[in-house]
């Protein structure tokens, strides 16, 4: 869970079988000493509320990575063919029922013990499998978790591919087909840990590789290169490398790290921003500054970056770069729910969004730097919500 | 010449010397609320006297000024001249030097001062919003972020609450903090009834603070040397507000931290100020004026507020900066001719002007008061230095007394502050408790340490300002709201829209 908390720490799921029901529970109410539980599945959640996030039933309990009104659909039918006695065969049959529809990547446990872990058909969300010695499978969101938990990664799955077991038996599958949208583009602009690899792509490589082409953007001469906390330190040193402008270290985060573009409650995400950000005034004062940022929401976290930089460090002056092209229409698939009244791209103009935060200057990547980054790394991203339905172009 | 001087502080005092200097030998006579020493031995030594009266009283200082029958009267502070002692006297034929009461509501009322800037267009302005009732106030608070919360009256600089609330992580306590800054506030104003307003609410500015006092005879305007003071009880800028612990001026018209550019808006926005107050209020204005200004990312040249007399310990650097007849000045100030007068300041020297006071000031007068305290005034003049006498009263016993409020002001001065700086922490060395009660000063006024930072504080705002004015933004506040668009107002919190 430690692993995966940047992905949202409101809520930590865990289900498993206990006795002849399976049953879900908040991680701080289950006990993980309980040698009878062979099988569990567990998430962890930006929001409090687990509405379409888990489904349970007794017989099967899923838990899902993005809110879907078909993950209820799902369970209800695997819970049927579970009661019937259904083989893993006739479970994929099942699945494949939703061909075309958008089910979200999901893990479930099932009361006979077994586990189904299945990537959406679409690819939208990324699903990894790794093994421990002889006893353990481990499906996870990220490789890191993996890793993290001292295990081996074994295999990304692909669109519409899942994995069964029942501790006897492990089968990897595929059902469901339709049309692939391609891996959601902030898994590898945001979400994802620079550790991570994603669909076989190295998260960090990745991103250092943006952060080059943000370089073609710096209209002005700058005299260091930032990167706001932690998740824009990778295309802040591809900044720095293909300028040769040293990158400095600009706050230092209080507390837990906690990710913001997660919260939901905007007083609460500002708390997260604010939490990571006292500066370091040493490496800035004086300073013409670049500052790199992964992506631009609301601009709030950025609006107060600027003032205190202006305020408490004293900096010349603040380029902004943001490391992603401009966010300008909602997630329709539930990845991000951010309403689109509230991306300052979609709402202002350039003059104004500048006025408002404050910045000398002010870039986003353009979408063409992401399609030749994304085509140089062999993969196929959702771009929906940058205003382009795909980037990339296969793999 | 007969001169009567109203007010019993160390700036009156700074003023009896002041007046004093002047080659044709005034008698000076004070009517003051306690027998203030210094000015009862200024008093004395020029053939004068001094009474005992409480100055905000019009019948009562009228009643002084029959005896004396003064050729010019000078009114020292502010209350007398809310309470329309200087109306009363102007009334009564004299020549008066001091704001009358409709002109000194430029002090008085913050909602008034505010309102006058906004309405004029006035550079230097802030955002604000003033409350009657203490539940609006708490209601609006609710969706403040950064400000300042003030009393909308002039209470003698106290109940000023600042808040930055710039960490979202830390925004819920500090709204408690507000709403119990309004609800004290609210308390303490209740015992004026001049005020309707009780309640002020700003947007919060940082930067360098200095005073910019004048004098005027209603059209021409004498500009006076910039003055630094230190209005927090302790060093390092720490402690609660005080009516001033110190003060620095010089070299020439402005500040180490001030360019001269900044001296001459500051210089604008103080003249445009008075034009417009005389035409709002509809009456002339005569005597000293002062904009307690600051530095800010805002605007650069700032105004925090306003004085209708001249600021205590800020006037007290004059003593040794200004060379010229102060007399002639206050004359013909008040007979309206100043646009000829001649006053030079010595570009050359520098300031440092240090309060001493008993502990317990400025919350516990009761406790800082009846402390037994002594004074060695010649050594402190063998340093070049002058003494200032101020809350302290004689006993009978022969002995000085506090009175609760800042005792002594020693004023001196050197052609760098180095220089100043030592020899006002030599002079405040001969200020001592007899009772052991402890007294204290700032040993941080006028040092070159101190000086540095707020020179590198003011060249960090001005660094913002100029980028901000450069883009159009001056004194413009960019807030976008999700859903809501673009508003201009500043007093709204960053998290305001998600309340």
Redesign the interface.
């Given at each position: 869970m430690l692993a995966l908390q940047h992905r949202g720490e409101e809520r930590r799921i865990v289900c498993s079988r206990a006795g002849g029901e399976v049953t879900c529970r908040d991680l701080e109410s289950w006990s993980p000493r309980d040698l009878s539980v062979r099988v569990a599945v567990a998430a962890t959640y930006s929001s409090g509320s687990l509405e379409n996030l888990v489904v349970c039933d007794g017989t099967v309990a899923a838990v899902a990575d993005r809110r879907s009104r078909y993950l209820e659909e799902v369970v209800e039918e695997v819970s049927k063919a579970v009661n019937r006695g259904a083989t893993w065969r006739a479970l994929g049959e099942v699945l494949e029922q939703f061909s075309g529809v958008d089910v979200p990547t999901f893990l479930a446990v099932t009361s006979r013990d077994e586990l189904v872990a299945w990537r959406t058909p679409s690819g939208l969300t990324p699903l990894v499998v790794g093994g421990y010695g002889f006893d353990l499978l481990i499906a996870s969101s990220e490789s890191s978790a993996i890793e993290v938990l001292d295990a081996d990664v074994r295999r990304h799955l692909g669109p519409a591919e899942g994995v069964y077991t029942s501790g006897s038996y492990l089968k990897f599958f595929r059902a469901g087909g339709g049309p692939a949208r391609g891996l959601c583009a902030f898994e590898l602009l945001y979400t994802a840990r620079h550790d991570a690899v994603v669909d076989g792509v190295a998260v960090y490589k990745f991103r250092k590789s943006l952060g080059w082409e943000l370089s073609k953007l710096l209209a002005s001469e700058v005299d260091v290169v930032v990167g706001i906390p932690e998740t824009a330190t990778p295309y802040a040193i591809g900044l720095s490398q293909a300028t040769g402008k040293p990158f400095e270290v600009a706050f230092v985060p209080t507390a837990a790290r906690s990710r913001s573009m997660m919260k939901l409650?905007?007083?609460e995400r500002?708390?997260a921003?604010?939490?990571k950000l006292n500066p370091v005034r040493s490496s800035l004062e004086g300073r013409r500054v670049a500052v790199v940022d992964d992506s631009m929401v609301?601009?709030?976290t950025m609006?107060?970056v600027s003032?205190?930089l202006?305020?408490r460090v004293?900096v010349?002056?603040i380029h902004l770069l943001i490391a992603s092209p401009r966010l300008v229409r909602n997630c329709p698939y539930s990845v991000f729910e951010l309403?689109q009244?509230?991306l300052?791209a979609a709402?202002?103009d350039y003059e104004?969004i500048?006025?408002?935060l404050?910045v000398?200057s002010l870039a986003w990547l353009d979408l063409e730097s992401v399609e030749r980054v994304s085509r140089t790394f062999h993969c196929n991203l959702c771009g929906f919500c940058l205003g382009r339905e795909s980037l990339g172009g296969g793999r | 010449m007969r001169v009567l001087l109203v007010g019993s502080g160390g700036r009156e005092h700074t003023l009896a010397k002041l007046l004093l200097r002047s080659t044709r030998e005034p008698r000076l006579y004070v009517a003051s609320d306690y027998a203030n020493p210094g000015l009862l031995r200024e008093a004395m030594s020029s053939g004068g006297r001094l009474y005992t009266v409480n100055t905000a009283d019009p019948q009562r200082v009228a009643k002084v000024a029959e005896e004396v029958s003064p050729d010019l009267i000078v009114v020292g502070p502010e209350e007398p001249q809310f309470a329309g002692v200087v109306d009363a006297l102007r009334d009564r034929g004299y020549a008066v030097f001091g704001a009358s009461s409709r002109c000194s509501l430029i002090e008085r009322s913050k909602v008034f001062a505010r309102t006058l800037m906004w309405k004029y267009g006035i550079p230097g302005r802030l955002y604000f919003k003033a409350f009657r009732s203490l539940e609006e106030a708490a209601e609006f608070l609710r969706f403040a972020g950064d400000v300042v919360v003030k009393p909308a009256r002039q209470a003698g600089g106290k109940g000023v609450r600042v808040v930055r609330d710039t960490r979202a992580y830390l925004s819920t306590d500090k709204f408690e903090v507000k709403a119990q800054a309004a609800s004290r506030i609210y308390e303490e104003l209740s015992r004026y009834r001049d005020s309707d307003y009780k309640v002020l609410v700003e947007q919060r500015v940082e930067g360098v603070e200095y005073t910019a006092q004048v004098i005027t005879d209603g059209s021409c305007v004498l500009p006076l040397p910039l003055v630094q003071d230190h209005p927090h009880a302790f060093e390092g800028d720490l402690g609660p507000e005080t009516g001033g612990m110190g003060s620095i001026s010089g070299p020439g018209v402005t500040l180490p931290f001030v360019t001269y550019d900044e001296y001459v808006t500051t210089g604008d926005i103080v003249k445009q100020v008075l034009e417009r107050l005389q035409e709002e209020v509809g009456d002339r204005y005569v005597g000293a004026f002062a904009g307690q200004m600051m530095l800010t990312a805002l605007w650069g040249p700032t105004v925090i507020e306003f004085y209708s007399r001249f600021g205590d310990p800020e006037i007290a650097n004059l003593l040794p900066r200004i060379d010229g007849d102060f007399l002639e000045v206050v004359e013909r100030t008040v007979s309206g001719r100043l646009a000829g007068a001649k006053l030079s300041v010595r570009g050359d020297v520098v300031s440092v002007v240090k309060a001493i006071a008993p502990a317990g000031y400025p919350s516990g007068k009761e406790e800082a008061s009846g402390h037994p305290v002594a004074v060695d005034e010649g050594k402190i003049r063998e340093l070049g230095c002058d003494l200032l006498y101020a809350s302290v009263i004689a006993g009978s016993d022969g002995y000085l007394y506090t009175k609760g409020s800042r005792a002594f002001e020693v004023v001196c001065y050197a052609d760098s502050y180095a220089e100043a700086y030592r020899l006002s922490e030599l002079a405040v060395g001969y200020v001592r408790s007899l009772d052991g009660w402890p007294l204290f000063y700032r040993s941080d006024v006028g040092s070159p340490e101190l000086i540095g930072e707020r020179a590198r504080l003011a060249e960090r705002v001005r660094k913002v300002y100029t980028y901000r004015a450069s883009r159009g933004l001056s004194w413009r506040t960019v807030v976008w709201i999700p859903g809501r668009g673009i508003v201009d107002d500043p007093l709204l919190s960053y998290t305001g829209w998600s309340k």
């Open positions: 409650d905007p007083l500002l708390v921003v604010h939490l609301t601009g709030a609006r107060s003032q205190m202006r305020l004293g010349r002056e309403s009244d509230h300052i709402n202002l104004s500048r006025a408002y404050e000398d | -």
